[in-house]
């Protein structure tokens, strides 16, 4: 709650009552920061800078708790605490984004070099952001306030494993009240390579070219332009134009095994995308205005996000389905309308009290000859209030209530071919009955927050829950890029959650501990249950709900030492285990293992200031799974990281190294679908990143 607080402080506060991180820092020791009861972690874009690692996941997934679920090296989504997709929001400017974030072989339609900084939520986060904040929230800004008349940066990017090669610019500046930034980036890469020669998928053994996965090239093209005016008292408001194109190729011989029985010459290069492949295009229009009175401050924001994508392959006859007229398999086009209303009241020096309002409406439509989820229209609409009070200098209360109501409906849809229906006559089978369901539900939260001298200590204690979305309660269909077939269940209940959250620090000197463990208690889990049965040649994964247990860890100690060297560790365990259903006593799917880092960092001053490191990356195995998933090994892998800032020509040039799997390991992502079919991760990969950024310098405006 006391995040959401700070945020609409800062938004009416001058940037100069920011503080910069220049590393993860997960609670600050003074100010409000200090007082929230929530385990958030902020960066800042230095940091996204120095540990650049290709997507914006991958370069936070330094942060314990924190995971990118890779898609080869292009592409990647987020889980906290083993939890993403539709149970953790991803929020860009107060603004929810709105994808297609049900799927798992695309990534977010975020331009990660128009983030200024991010704020990761660890844990459950309904009663501020909604449904789908069950998991956590990844706070996404943007719109950072330009305090210089002119300021322009140019970034050249690249990784070696898959040849990528990438080019950012961005302008901005303020004369007087008004204000703009922009922003443009253009990248492109190439088939990326494991760390071996071939890989086994349903006995047939699939022979490598140059170690490279065919057809995994890709390309993105970003631009985002903001304007605005501020008064530079009381009032801000700026429009929003951003719009996110990515066209990437699907490994060509997992997709119905296309080397085998296509005409297509995979290997001819390395960075055509053939059949198979996948384009998105994400284009959002959003506003946000900001109006303190007094003491009291008013934070409204609304937005239109269009978000179309295709999957297109060739046409090929599968079961009983013919062969298509066309290479379009599937098209997503949906269209979202949203907007959130926050209110400030301060009831004294140390009480403040903090109410708000969102709304969203959704419409989804779909074509292609293959299925997966049906049309529907969404509509959800959430109220909340938000007390937070300090009783003495010590101590630091929360606790609020939020009502939400969704509705849904879900339209029919049949096969376009006959087949057999219940072993008799030939019809067209229906994949999808309409359906319309409501939901309601009441979620509260508390929280309490004691710092003195050298400890933080916090708890937070409160109720969540997540709405079924419209690929869980009407899939019926095979997802070939991730080898299964999925039914939904439309009799699904809402999902609810019981959550505490802890945390303790220490921290004196050169010297920091923490510890923050959590306990979450489902009483109807919503998952994909993996069955021992098959249809059109694919492991069959129905949706289902059990009763399911969730708790774990994250901890980390520091210790600067020598005044210019700093070593770490950090680890992170998170285990399931479902309490009822017909998978009880086991953990749940895809569960993320045990893990550990070990960081050995060096600071130095030389021609300007740089930063070199080593870490040390060790997952346990993962024994913990649902039959019949298979078990996968541990591994550690060796990584470096180095950057450097000059001062050049009244700019100044940042330079960052990442080298990821130094050593080359071969390795499997427990996480990773494409271990269903023995895909290693990717294997050595130099990351680099060389920025020059000049600004024109003047007297900052006296608030």
Not at 165 to 193: E, I, M, P, Q, W
Request: with cysteine.
């Amino acid at each position: 709650m006391s995040n959401l607080l700070l945020m609409l402080m800062l938004l009416a506060s001058p940037p100069d009552s920011v503080k910069n991180l220049q590393a993860v820092t997960v609670s600050a020791r003074s100010g409000q920061a200090a007082t929230s009861t929530q385990n958030a972690v902020q960066v800042d874009a230095a940091y996204l800078e120095e540990h650049f690692a290709g997507s914006l996941m991958q370069s936070l997934e330094g942060i314990p708790g924190v995971k990118a679920v890779s898609i080869g090296t292009g592409l990647s989504k987020p889980t906290i605490r083993g939890l993403g997709y539709n149970r953790m929001v991803v929020s860009q400017d107060g603004i929810k984004h709105e994808g297609q974030q049900w799927g798992d072989d695309h990534g977010l339609e975020v331009d990660q070099f128009a983030v200024d900084a991010v704020e990761v939520i660890k844990g459950p986060a309904t009663l501020l952001y909604g449904s789908d904040a069950i998991g956590g929230v990844l706070s996404l800004s943007g719109n950072r306030l330009p305090w210089v008349p002119f300021e322009v940066s140019a970034t050249l990017f690249g990784r070696t494993n898959n040849l990528q090669g990438g080019f950012s610019a961005h302008v901005a500046g303020r004369r007087g009240g008004f204000f703009y930034k922009a922003n443009l980036t253009l990248s492109d890469y190439c088939d990326y390579r494991v760390p071996a020669d071939s890989i086994q998928y349903y006995s047939y053994w699939i022979r490598l070219h140059d170690q490279r996965l065919r057809n995994t090239a890709g390309t993105e093209r970003d631009g985002r332009l903001m304007v605005g005016w501020t008064n530079n008292e009381n009032f801000r408001t700026d429009l929003t134009v951003s719009n996110v194109y990515a066209r990437s190729g699907f490994f060509a011989d997992a997709h119905g095994l296309e080397v085998r029985l296509s005409q297509i010459d995979y290997d001819r290069s390395l960075r055509d995308v053939d059949l198979p492949y996948q384009w998105v295009n994400h284009l959002k229009v959003q506003s946000h205005t900001t109006y303190q009175l007094g003491l009291a401050s008013l934070e409204a924001n609304l937005a239109w996000q269009h978000n179309l994508r295709e999957e297109l392959s060739e046409p090929l006859s599968h079961g009983y389905m013919p062969t298509p007229p066309d290479s379009l398999e599937r098209r997503f086009d949906r269209h979202t309308v949203s907007g959130t209303l926050g209110l400030r009241i301060p009831l004294g020096e140390s009480h403040e009290l903090s109410a708000g309002l969102a709304a969203e409406h959704q419409r989804n439509r779909r074509e292609g000859w293959g299925f997966i989820i049906p049309d529907f229209e969404s509509t959800s609409m959430g109220v909340y209030a938000l007390d937070r009070w300090a009783p003495s200098a010590d101590w630091t209360l929360n606790g609020g209530l939020r009502f939400d109501h969704a509705a849904i409906a879900i339209h029919p849809y049949s096969d376009w071919y006959r087949s057999p229906v219940g072993g008799g006559d030939s019809a067209f089978l229906q994949r999808s009955a309409e359906a319309q369901r409501q939901f309601s539900s009441l979620t509260w939260s508390l929280g309490a927050n004691w710092h003195s001298g050298d400890w933080i200590v916090r708890l937070n204690a409160g109720k969540a829950f997540r709405v079924p979305i419209a690929k869980e309660l009407g899939a019926d269909g095979v997802n070939y890029h991730i080898f299964r077939y999925e039914q939904g269940n439309a009799g699904l209940d809402p999902e609810r959650s019981y959550q505490l959250d802890a945390g303790v620090e220490w921290s004196r000197g050169a010297v920091t501990v923490k510890v923050d463990p959590y306990f979450n208690y489902f009483p109807n889990y919503i998952y994909l249950n993996p069955t021992a049965d098959y249809v059109e040649g694919l492991q069959l994964y129905r949706y289902t709900q059990a009763e399911a247990l969730r708790y774990g860890f994250e901890a980390e100690a520091a210790w600067a030492f020598a005044e210019q060297w700093e070593v770490s560790v950090r680890g992170q365990l998170c285990r399931s285990r479902q309490l009822s259903g017909d998978k009880r006593g086991y953990t749940l799917p895809f569960a993320v293992p045990p893990s550990m880092d070990a960081d050995l960092a060096w600071h130095y001053d030389w021609h300007g200031c740089g930063n070199l490191g080593l870490n040390l990356h060790a997952v346990a195995p993962q024994n913990e799974i649902v039959p019949p998933e298979k078990t996968t090994p541990g591994y550690m892998t060796l990584n470096f990281m180095a950057s450097h800032r000059f001062d050049v020509r009244g700019g100044q040039l940042a330079v960052a190294l990442q080298l990821n799997n130094l050593l080359d390991a071969c390795y499997y992502d427990h996480t990773s679908y494409y271990r269903l079919i023995d895909v290693p991760e990717p294997g050595r990969n130099l990351s680099i990143r060389l920025k020059y950024e000049f600004k024109k310098q003047v007297k900052e405006p006296e608030l």
